[in-house]
C-alpha cells in the first residue's frame, strides 16, 4: 500500500487549504483512514480519522474547521481544512490501518504512512 498525500501550501489565518491522499496498491475502500500532523519538536497528533463505515472522530481544536471526505472511486481521502490558524502549521500525514475499525489517533496501530505535506500559516 502506498499513500501519496498533496495540497499542502503556504496560507494566511483564515484561508483554506485541501489535502490529498491517494492511495494505491489495494482497493479495499473499507480500511480506516486518518490525517495525522507534526508540528517541529512536537509529537505526531491526530487530526481526524474515519472508518470504514464513515464514522468520524475529528481532534477538538479542529472541531467545526476541518472535514475529512473520501472519494471510494478514486481511491483518495481529502481533508478540507477551513478557518486555518498559525498553530495548525504541521506537516501533514495520511495513514491507513489495515482494519475498517479504527484505533483512535494511537499512530503505533496505523499500517500505512504517506510522506508528508507541509502546511504552513502565517499570521
Same mark, same amino acid.
Request: a positive charge; charged letters at 20%; one cysteine or more.
Given at each position: ?7 499542502? /501550501?503556504? +496560507?494566511?489565518?483564515? &484561508? ?5 491522499? @491517494?492511495? !494505491?496498491?489495494?482497493?479495499?475502500? %473499507? ?14 497528533? /491526530?487530526? +481526524?480519522?474515519?472508518? &470504514? ?5 475529528? @481532534?477538538? !481544536?479542529?472541531?467545526?474547521?476541518? %472535514? ?27 495513514? @491507513? ?27
Amino acid at each position: 500500500v502506498q499513500l501519496a498525500e498533496s495540497g499542502g /501550501g503556504s +496560507v494566511q489565518a483564515g &484561508g483554506s487549504l485541501r489535502l490529498s491522499c @491517494a492511495a !494505491s496498491g489495494y482497493t479495499d475502500s %473499507s480500511y480506516c483512514m486518518g490525517w495525522f500532523r507534526q508540528a517541529p519538536g512536537k509529537q505526531r497528533e /491526530g487530526v +481526524v480519522i474515519i472508518d &470504514g463505515d464513515g464514522n468520524t472522530r475529528y @481532534a477538538d !481544536s479542529v472541531k467545526g474547521r476541518f %472535514s475529512i471526505s473520501k472519494d471510494t472511486a478514486k481511491n483518495t481521502l481529502y481533508l478540507q481544512m477551513n478557518s486555518l490558524k498559525p498553530e495548525d502549521t504541521a506537516k501533514y500525514y495520511c495513514a @491507513a490501518r489495515k482494519y475498517g475499525a479504527c484505533a483512535g489517533f494511537y499512530t503505533e496501530y496505523y499500517h500505512y504512512w504517506g510522506q508528508g505535506t507541509q502546511v504552513t500559516v502565517s499570521s
